[in-house]
């Protein structure tokens, strides 16, 4: 029903943006990358897509056209619904997800919240033919790694509400984000945390 829409944002947290247009505001679930690349007050544009339930219409925005085509992808797997998808373009970069794909990459699937074996290997059945065929696979640009635990309490708040969004019950989320700070170290920006959270051990 949609394909992008086109506004100024009047509101954003880590996993989730408001966007008004003709005098309606848009609630709309984002990755927090893309929540992060946005600024307050400016316009902008997020492809969406629109999921229709029985008690909810939800959005779901992206800031291009081929995050979108991936997502749209890997809900097309059986098993796989919004928020799970959500949960991956949020865990990994599109090139990192194609990658792992293509490259049948069990473990790096297996390394995001909520994807056991039989998903990961699901998704890997369903999508590899037609992602080599697309050939649009990207570089991987990993997370840098900083200094000691530091306790950042508004990233940690911010990251939570994102993760409690995403569908992750809020102690899972808590007791994730602990542990983030514990290996990785101090001033890490919310979608950092984020994405780690995200990944299991």
Known sequence: MYSFIKGKLVHKEAALVVIETGGIGYEIRVAPPTAAALQPDEVCMLYVYLHVTETAHSLYGFIDYENKK???????????????????????????????????????????????????????????????KEDLLESASPLPKTGAFYQNTSAKQEALAALVTLGIPKPMAEKSIEAVFKKHGKDLKVEEIIRYALKSN
């Open 70 to 132: 991936l997502f749209l992808q890997l809900i097309s797997v059986s098993g796989v619904g919004p928020n799970t998808g959500m949960v991956i373009v949020s865990s990994l970069s599109a090139g990192e997800i194609k990658d792992a794909i293509v490259k049948e990459d069990l473990r790096t699937l297996q390394s995001i919240k909520g994807i056991g074996s039989k998903t990961a290997q699901q998704i890997i059945l369903d999508l590899k033919d037609k992602i080599r």
